[in-house]
């Protein structure tokens, strides 16, 4: 067991805090009055207000924000998880023609900058009157999130040895049935590494979210843009909105902690 | 193992080809089409061949300058956190708890800016770097920098590379630790008989192991740097001046604030394909510089 350096304590701890400070002053900032952010430089709410979470939780447009973000974000791991299992089954299984051509294309998807696709998206979806719903978003979305799906699940699905699907098959079942009742419990944490992946990534992502959306399903992360106005930026909303959208995140990281580092080698280490 | 050779494969790869298919080439063939046409609004296209990628490419052209301007910094945005982000993030795997509960606390804290909205890692900078009411900004000018991340063109540059640093070594630390957790104890009991130094057992055991999450890492962080808008757009708006305007925030001025659907579409192409050609790179480069294993099949 030496795979530690000198120090590491000291180092660990120090990066931990470079990580935590930001955060902690935010959430600072969402517990002061305005007054209190502009006029002094206080290191903890003197007087702490819960006045910026009410108006976000009174407000429908703001928790509506949620909603939206989290339709598009769990319509698109769905769907890319779906979508990606058979293709990793059949790129870790067989060898077909132009397999390996089509596998770099796919991961090229994931090279394409947001920036590239959001004109013609809005096009696109437009065109299928789609624009300004989740299905547009989580559809956009799939751009990058399934040839990452594919990417980690082919890893899993290489794991699990061939002779236990032809013992299967063997034993008389048919193909769906040897897809769902065997492998996919196989590989279930797999397909949580892969799902938490989707749902990072779609749900971080706003580019393409705000480009494709205008009012009915916008995002929540764009509707912070609404704490800027005529008078200013209202710090303390925009500080409490930021730390309601780091929620959701941490707590997919709590009840997938023990998979993250596995999941962060996409499951080919 | 041995994959057997089976056309039928491909119906079981046809939703995933669809599905990317209608999202990656319906698009970009819009793009394409754009790239080749002028407009003088009024949805009226007329052909214009190569024309805007000779003026892309050609720096002495408004068009051409600010494309190559804000390539160049991107390139060397890209360069400066790559040199940061991998050896940090090797050292803070290093530096991992071995294990029990700070095993899990460390994790979850590693993982927690990855998750946070981009938009929102770009407010949460903003408002701990503003030298009024961020913590960041008013300790530096108390102990006497003049640091003003809005007016200042190296202080941009620090905060949005800061950020960055701060938002994404995670990520590579983690893709090492994954890595370094792979390796059997069997390896360091052998190092530790023959006397090898840390040094050694780094050179010669970890890193050779780490280095297939290592591509991983360098290719993500490579292409995520390169393809950034939200955050600096977020802290800094690409200012002062044009200084940080990476190609993202250019690409989306000309096309949806100016709406020179012709130019964008071009630059469109140029810019995706550079990313190719670097992942492209990077990948020979470092398959072939560590490779007693050859790759796993279906890599690339």
Known sequence: MMHSIPGRRIIMVV??????LPIYWLVNM???????IVTTMT????????ANYKRIFTDESWYSGYINSLQYVILNTFLSISFALPAAYAFSRYRFLGDKHLFFWLLSNRMAPAAVFALPFFNLYSALNLFDTPWAVALAHCLFNVPLAVWILEGFVSSVPREIDETAFLDGYSFPRFFIKILVPLIASGIGVAAFFCFMFSWVELLLARTLTSVNAKPIAATMTRTVSAAGVDWGLLAAAGVLTIIPGALVIWFVRNYIARGFALGRV | ?????????????????????????????????????????????????????????????????????????????????????????????LSMPRHGWPVAVC???????????????????????????????????????????????????????????WHWTSLVALLCYAGLKSIPDAYYQAAQIDGASRWAVFKAIQLPKMNRVLLI???????????????????????PGNSTTFVSIELVKIALGQFDLGKAAALSLVYNLVILIVCWLFYTVMTNAGSERPPKEGVA
Request: aromatic share 16%; glycine share 8%.
């Open chain 1, 43 to 50: 290191l903890w709410p003197h007087q702490p207000t819960l």
């Open chain 1, 30 to 36: 969402s517990f002061k009055t305005n007054t209190e």
């Open chain 2, 217 to 239: 890492a360098v290719l993500l962080r490579f292409m995520d740097s390169f393809m950034i808008y939200t955050e600096p757009f977020v802290v800094t708006g690409g200012g």
């Open chain 1, 15 to 20: 990066f931990l805090f470079f990580l935590l």
């Open chain 2, 107 to 165: 994790l979850v804290i590693l993982a927690l800016p990855l998750l946070i909205p981009w938009n929102v890692v770009g407010t949460i900078w903003q408002i701990f770097g503003r030298p009024d009411i961020g913590l960041m900004g008013y300790v530096f000018n108390s102990l006497g920098f003049n640091y003003n991340y809005v007016s200042n063109d190296i202080d941009a540059w620090f905060t949005v590379i800061l950020m960055d640093v």
């Open chain 2, 1 to 93: 193992m041995e994959k057997v050779v089976n056309q039928k494969a491909w119906f079981l790869v046809l939703p995933v080809f669809l599905i990317v298919a209608f999202s990656a080439v319906l698009p970009l063939m819009t793009v394409v089409n754009y790239s080749v046409q002028d407009t003088f609004g009024n949805n009226q296209f007329f052909w214009n061949g190569v024309g805007w990628f000779k003026e892309l490419l050609d720096p002495s052209t408004d068009l051409g300058g600010r494309f190559l301007a804000s390539l160049g910094r991107n390139l060397l945005f890209s360069a400066i956190i790559l040199a940061i982000e991998v050896p940090l993030g090797i050292v803070v795997a």
